[in-house]
């Protein structure tokens, strides 16, 4: 009986501890105890005064000024929109690939949109196979120039974009720094070793740039045919990549003749950019655009007189008078570091206003996204004959200049 007893307390008592509500557990946010009061204080105490962070810009309240792309005559190029170079040094690749595509429409008619970062991927290998081959002393950066795009191109074709976007899943903006860092401390840690063996470094910046990147493709298929990419270069792009000439403008060198485009992107120290006077420079300009040539150019763009909310690049009076603009200003400021080789974009069209040029420019840059019309610059002739120091154009754009070329 005292057993049965005790059997039914311990009954009694579960079923009461069961009747009770039973302790869950859950996800909050962190609350803010004395430890964060602590922190804040900490933080209040150490604190560095703020850098004033205004910068000293032109005042374009006022002027009259280009306020859409439909004010311009243009010509047929990829849509800027979802084309942003985001987050990396790319933008030469970007114009180059966008003026190509618009010589591949202007040429046979075909609207292909192609895929930058197949070429930023080849160049790495590149850029990295020259710095072992000369033991480290090779520029090794994010940056280019545009004429890389056909070096690569003839050496390695190139893909739709469709079939290498360089975007991991999920990924909405091209983001090279973490990649960056990986690739050069590697390749600075063989310069330290003095580890010189060319394939294994190719190797290992490929399989960063795969983390990274994803794997570009071998083939393509068109039309259900395979083809490889240089393949897909000569019989669907069916461009003459020796077609196109380069040129700069610098007292340096003699005119008329080709020259090295002495400036850090220019990695391999090529010397093939033809220097011209600065009066033939623009004239080529001039006439390439109203011709239905587009030009891949770059130049120095951290101007005063350059903003991508007010969309516009042109030189304030402050700055230079536009009469006093010539060979020598150019000079000076390239000289003295005020004119830098920053940026790549492309010209697509133009537009005549108070006797002066506006230049239509669509700019893979995020300052160009900045205003009304996503993409897109407005840059004024002054602009570009101070500060923009190459470009690119098809030779049957260049008329009779090419008579003085030696």
Known sequence: MKR?????????????ILAQSVTKGKYEEPKKGFYSEI???IKEFNKTPEKDKRSFKADFTGLELPKSVAEFKSYWHTSPDGNSQGSTGTCWD??????????????SGQKIKLSEMYTAYWEYVEKTKRFIRERGNSAFGEGSESENVTLNWKKYGVVPIDSYTGL??????????????????????LKSSNNWNEELAASTIKSIMNHYMGVPPTTVKVNGKELTPKEYVAQVLKI????YIQFISTTKFPFYQKAEFVVTDNWWHSDDYYNVPLDDFMAVIKKSIRNGYTICIGGDVSEPGIEGFAEVAMIPEFDIPSDYINQDAREYRFVNGTTGDDH???????????????YLIKDSG????????KGYYFYQEDFVKLKMLSFMVCKGAVGDLLKKLK
């Open 39 to 41: 922190s804040e204080g």
């Open 168 to 189: 991991l899943p999920g990924q909405k903006f091209h983001n090279h720094s973490k990649m960056f860092d990986e690739m050069n401390s590697f390749l600075q840690s």
């Open 94 to 107: 970007y114009c180059g690939t966008s003026f190509f595509e618009s010589e591949i429409y202007r040429l």
């Open 4 to 16: 049965i007893f005790i059997i039914l307390l311990a009954v009694v008592f579960a079923g009461n």
């Open 366 to 373: 995020a300052g160009a996204r900045n205003g009304n019309n």
């Open 240 to 243: 003459n990549l020796d077609n």
């Open 344 to 358: 790549g974009i492309h010209l697509v069209g133009y537009k005549e206003q108070n006797g002066k040029d506006w």
